[in-house]
């Protein structure tokens, strides 16, 4: 039986794409994947996590990561909600690896609402594999089942992959893209007051930390 795991990378930050890794792997094989070292990627350094993900790209029978732009999330986000754009994209992972079970770290505070919705746009593209799909919704799944851990692991290094290259291409160190991260704030108020509140196609821009640092501009000028 052939088994998968779905987690995502980037869904909070406001700046910087998101990740929605996936991988495949006959349910026999399984257990390897801990005998590697796959565990958690919150809980693994950055340098671990990147030889994890050359093992687990050789050793899968499938894998797959969907890369979602900023602008791409901001054009969905006008018409669905966040819950509504990570069950289409799950749902694209989904499509790519098949399985007969599949693993989901849920992305709802409802983790059964995310099965259901999640198996709903599944039969859209596939309504054969959709029916016979056993999908495993629950959350923190990345830290119960290794397969889980293994997307986790591939869409957090692609994230970080992405991430300093457009460090590099738009020579700007704006830190983790994170909200919470005070040299991504530096950055977002320092781009916003030189370009008189616009922010770069690299930043989200439907998000609410866009619209705070634009307030806060406002009223700056306003004094």
Not at 88 to 97: D, P, T, Y
Not at 102 to 121: C, G, S
Not at 192 to 210: C, Y
Request: aromatic residues 6%; neutral net charge.
């Amino acid at each position: 039986m052939m088994i998968a795991g779905i987690d995502e990378a980037g869904k909070g930050p406001v700046i910087g794409p998101m990740c929605i890794g996936g991988v495949r792997i006959d349910e026999s094989k399984a257990h390897v994947l801990k005998v590697m070292g796959v565990a958690d990627s919150k809980k693994l350094t950055p340098k671990k996590r990147e030889q994890l993900a050359i093992q687990i790209k050789k050793y899968a029978d499938a894998y797959f990561v969907l890369e979602v732009s900023p602008s791409q999330i901001d054009a969905l986000r006008k018409i669905m909600t966040m819950n509504e754009i990570m069950v289409l994209c799950f749902s694209k992972v989904l499509e790519e690896l098949r399985p007969d079970t599949v693993y989901v770290d849920a992305a709802d505070v409802k983790a059964e609402r995310f099965a259901v919705n999640l198996r709903k746009q599944y039969a859209k593209s596939s309504p054969e594999n959709a029916e016979k799909a056993n999908i495993v919704s629950m959350h923190q799944a990345d830290a119960v089942y290794p397969v889980v851990s293994a997307a986790s692991i591939l869409a957090k290094v692609r994230r970080d992959e992405l991430i300093e290259e457009l460090k590099k291409e738009w020579k700007q160190d704006f830190g983790s893209g994170y909200p919470s991260d005070p040299k991504t704030k530096a950055f977002l108020l320092k781009w916003g007051k030189e370009h008189g509140g616009e922010f770069p196609e690299i930043v989200r821009q439907s998000w609410k930390t866009v619209e705070n640092i634009r307030n806060e501009l406002d009223s700056d000028t306003e004094k």
